[in-house]
């Protein structure tokens, strides 16, 4: 079944791109191939989820190799491990809810085609489940690629000037990014051959042979494809095109970046960390971990510091919060346990906070602070979420992330971190007073006449108000970070623990 959460989506994609934009029947029955997308998408992954739990022991893979997966789940190069059973329903769920907002969107943009729209997000899905699922360190990097094309069409479908300069801005960067995780991705597979063992990219393999590999070019090949990748996730300092894309794109495009766009490349650039970790290089690969995710949360924070546009603001929180999850598992320990926690509280509150600055944007016609305020009159419900997702993403309690993020802290302190523990908690504080200085006057204030005329102009010429379904997405995203901060449900926390162990002893 591993092949139809990708094949599916790929083939809605082509009828997106085939249905005539002439017929205005076919025009807007064209948007709900996306959530049908996300809902067998869903459905698919629930189904292959359940069935995976309780399978008798590993079986061999392709090849004969201890793969760490079930066998009859194989399909070539693509499997389900530990990880990718963490990665792949986050993801799921967070294009789904997006998906649920993207028919109402469209008919509040009607002077835009959807066409192109619709159907690169459909080839967004299919990428990024290939992303997780696929084994081959090869295959991994062409889906990447692939994900990164599908988009480009959803940052410019503004179509003005600022939309182009962040699109050509994403490609360009990424671009950059990509060629150094191939350069580095090279440089892994010369490793073997330099070492006189038989060079190959299927990850099983190399997880195996990993404790014979030349440890000049591993190390060199780790560093470039913590550049590269770390690029297409958004690390500083290469973080650059991130508050461009983020804030010149739709809402629910920079909620699907930042919520499962982002969970998707860690999972590629923990593939790295856990080959480090079998070829016994733990320590050199989490010494780079700590050092990049450290300086990126504090370049996030510092940026977040009067900045005026919230969507960028959201940009600069993602920086901070991807930095978290690589200095969680550069920390080691309990830590590790804390950033998978964080990973998905950080996709969920992060997508619903973006659906609701959307939904702010749509009715101001604006996202600076000085043309926006008092949006608890205005649309008092995505106000009231933008607000709770401050709140969750800043770790405040009852959310998730509180319990993550003390986790994370937590574990750097058991490994005696306490320098980087003070100096985390610090930044933490940081962002918490930056963050709150802008969303305070979002959602507060009185209106001004300004505002009044361009959120007219911003739907349309129909004033935005909220909506079941503009804002039940984002609240059924917050009511899951909400429940992961009170409980932990047994499986997921057995499902964190295997993929904490997958990822410092490398196999499962």
Known sequence: MLWVPIVV?????????????????????????????????????????????????????????????????????????????????????????CSLYVPVYLRLRQERSNRVFSAALLGFLAMGTLIVETHHLGLMWVALEACALATAPLLFFNE???????????????????????????????????????????????????????????????????????TKMGLAPMHTWKPDAYGESPGVVGALLAGGMTACV????????????????????????????????????????????????????????????????GVGGVAVLGALLHLLNNGLAKAAMFMAAGNIHRAYGAKTVDRVSGALDRVPVSATLFLAGFFALTGTPPFGTFVSEFTILRGAMAAGHVGIAAVLMGLLLLAFVAMGSTVLKVVHGPATASTEEDGARGGGGVRFRDSLATVGPAIALLLGVCFLGLVVPTQLNAALLAAARMIEGGRP
């Open 9 to 97: 989506p790929l083939l809605l994609m082509l009828v997106a791109a085939s249905v005539p934009s002439s017929v205005a029947a076919t025009a807007r029955f064209r948007p709900l191939l996306v959530p049908l997308g996300g809902l067998i998408h869903l459905g698919v992954v629930t189904l292959m989820i359940v069935r995976g739990e309780g399978a008798p022991g590993q079986s061999a893979g392709q090849g004969g190799s201890s793969a760490g997966w079930d066998s009859s789940w194989g399909w070539g190069w693509l499997a389900l491990d530990d990880l990718s059973r963490l990665v792949l329903p986050l993801f799921s769920v967070v294009f789904f809810a």
């Open 160 to 230: 003005n000037a600022r939309s182009l300069e962040a699109t050509w801005k994403y490609l360009l960067l990424g671009a950059v990014g990509i060629a150094l995780a191939l350069l580095g991705t090279l440089f892994l597979a010369y490793s073997a051959l330099y070492a006189g063992i038989e060079s190959t990219l299927v990850l099983d393999d190399v997880l195996r042979e990993a404790p014979r590999l030349s440890r000049p070019w591993l190390h060199g090949a780790f560093i470039l494809l913590f550049i590269g990748y770390g």
């Open 266 to 329: 860690f999972l590629a650039l923990l593939r790295f960390f856990q080959i480090c970790a079998a070829a016994n290089e733990l320590a050199f690969a989490r010494q780079i971990f700590v050092a990049g995710g450290l300086f990126s949360v504090g370049v996030g924070a510092a940026f977040m510091v009067r900045q005026g546009d919230y969507k960028r603001m959201l940009a600069y929180s993602s920086v901070e919060h991807m930095g978290l999850l690589v200095l969680g598992v």
